[in-house]
């Protein structure tokens, strides 16, 4: 299966601000996904990134606060703009592979 | 989003217990997926399940596919510490990419 590095593994940003997460995958991939995950919850998918074409957002979320790039097969960034003490949340990207799909190890966001 | 119906929501059991949950759905989908996931870190795929009636083992677990492509269930027999943490099934519907996540099973190893 697609190993993916996540970073910032977390940080802590003042409201307002944004924060770029970066994913790297270790083989090409035409999907990445991008979840959140709200403390004590499920994963909630955000959106679907695919090389060469906008993202596709689900419900309740919105380009203008989630800014997605996919500039090549291997890599993916999201980015959490103008955020509130809401945004507090694991973000996870994830890449489908020959076994399943794979995520990364999470960025762990806290917004003060 | 939609999510899974998943159960039971947490575990209390004794090390060398057995363990089972399950994740039920209300449409059909084409994989089912287990996950594990630790405090820190990102889920990490367990059992990867592509046929209905599909039963596999990986180690102490056991996964199915329900013949009726609506549910799935997971198995740990002999329940050790490392087991602890949060498992999470997720379904993939047919002609769709995109996951959907159960709600999740938290399991707690009693001393």
């Known amino acids: 299966s697609a190993v993916i590095s996540q970073k910032p593994s977390r940080d802590i940003c003042q409201r307002g601000t944004s924060l770029t997460i970066q994913c790297q995958v270790d083989s090409q991939v035409t999907m990445m996904f991008w979840y959140r995950q709200q403390p004590g919850q499920s994963l909630t998918l955000i959106a679907t990134a695919n090389q060469g074409s906008e993202a596709t957002y689900e419900s309740g979320f919105v380009i203008d606060k989630f800014p997605i790039s996919r500039p090549n097969l291997t890599f993916s960034t999201l980015t959490v703009s103008n955020m509130s003490p809401e945004d507090s949340s694991i973000y996870l990207c994830?890449?489908?592979?020959?076994?399943?799909?794979?995520f990364g190890s999470g960025t762990r966001l806290t917004v003060v | 989003g939609q999510q899974l119906n998943q159960s039971p929501q947490s575990m209390f059991i004794q090390e060398g217990e057995d363990v089972s949950m399950n994740c039920t759905s209300s449409?059909?989908?084409?994989?089912w997926l287990w996950y594990k996931q630790d405090p820190g870190e990102g889920p990490v795929l367990l059992i990867a399940l592509y046929k209905a009636g599909e039963l596999t083992s990986n180690g102490r677990l056991t996964a199915q596919f329900g013949i009726t492509r609506k549910d799935s269930f997971l198995n740990i027999s002999a329940s050790i510490p490392s087991d602890v943490g949060i498992y999470f099934c997720a379904g993939r519907p047919p002609g769709n990419e995109k996951l959907t996540f159960g709600t999740g099973t938290r399991l707690t190893i009693i001393p």
């Open positions: 994830s890449a489908p592979g020959n076994y399943g799909y794979t």
């Open positions: 449409s059909i989908f084409n994989t």
